[in-house]
């Protein structure tokens, strides 16, 4: 003890200083100073870690010692509540990513289907998607991936590929030449068509059910402020409805695209535009460029080099007690925030509709952790106050659909916790159809 008590003072600086360097170091370096706001409160810890520590070197010793129990017991309880939020984090994992509904999922990793398939077309591409560009210093910011090509997608009912438009979205490439257009679809990936063929996804069922066009607008990873920026630069002027698809907590992923310069022009002026619609050639080159990198990293998805790095970032985040702090909404935006942000991205949607004389519907689809999550849950109800209140209609499919009333929803998963299986999307598809139709 006595030994503990003697560079307990040192260690408490050491530790102190480290963590005020690492705060400058991810805020200055990493961010370039454009989350000041975020780690303010870090500047704040450690500069009274800091002043602590040398206080400390002034204590007696019989106070030294009850402080180092006081501090091994606050510590251990911190850690015992984070172990509490990972292993729940973990075991929800395994449940969703391990216990397949149907037995379609496809033991290949991606790389070996796609060098497969490479070798029946060797013009074959992967999905690049919009995310992937949002921390590189392009002068445009792609909100749709490969022109004209083969595209390999994801893996849950097996791996789909789709033939992708003149502008890199998952549609027939006629549908852009239709005089008028019944449905423009916005999303994430459950709008993209993950994981099912054509015509399979909503965007091909509605197109079946109502005889009419349907444009599917959706890219995997998608978030608000991406979407109503393709809205921004792929609506056009002959589109009857548009209908925000919005799945599980989708709010989330919004957090990083508000960090990106480009996208926050379109929330700053209703002028902006990249005019994307004319660039496809260097959207395609980028997104080339980025999919040769990862290749050359052997970074395709589900490789054992990625698993482990997953495992990697899981310990890290642990360490970090990152699960703790993000429920403590010590993140860079709280839930709040962010549903402040959602507010004012959905009513500058629908002014553009408007402003277009289209129709703006918002589809809800609960995710698996819908009915296992309260957290989920939560976020679902705040999302359907704040449609409310912008007298946007809202078609619910917990309660429209099928999933309130089945005993059994995860029939329609592919994957608990992934995406909809081809029965899911139809269904999805019949009840936009229904609540929908002039």
Known sequence: MNYIKKIFSPCCLAISLFLLLYTLYKSEIIWNGEKKDYYLIYYIISILLIIFSIFTFYLNQKIKKYLIISLVSVVGCLYLAEGYLFSKELIQKEQLSEKEIEKKYNKKTKLEI??????????????????????????????????????????????????SDRYGFNN??????????????????????????????????????????ALNLGYYLNAPLIEYATLREYLTSNVKKVVWIYFGNNIIDLNDELNNKILKNYLN?????????????????????????????????????????????????FIKINYLRNSLFLSPRSEKKLLQDFKKILKLTKDLTAKNNSKLFFVYLPGYLHYTDNDYYSSYLSVKKIVNELNIPFIDLHSEAFFEKEQSPEKFYARKGGHYNEEGYRKAAETIYKLTKD
């Not at 290749?295 to 970032?313: H, I, M, N, P, Q």
């Open 269 to 317: 002026s209703n002028d902006f535009t990249q005019n994307l619609k004319s660039k496809q050639n260097e959207i395609d080159d980028l997104a080339i460029a980025k999919l040769l990198t990862k290749l050359e990293k052997g970074k395709a998805l589900y490789t054992v080099r990625e698993r482990e790095d997953k495992f990697t970032s899981l310990l890290i985040k």
């Open 114 to 163: 796609y060098n497969d398939l490479k070798k029946i077309n060797n013009k074959i591409v992967m999905a690049i998607y919009p995310r992937s560009h949002l921390k590189d210093k392009n002068k445009i910011l792609p909100l749709s991936g490969i022109s004209n090509s083969k595209t390999l997608f994801c893996n849950e009912n097996g791996y789909s590929v789709y033939e």
């Open 172 to 213: 027939p490439d006629k549908e852009w030449d239709q005089n008028e257009i019944e449905y423009v679809l916005v999303g994430d990936s459950n709008t993209h068509g993950a994981c099912v063929n054509r015509p399979n996804d909503i965007a091909s069922v509605l197109r079946t059910l109502s005889n009419k066009s």
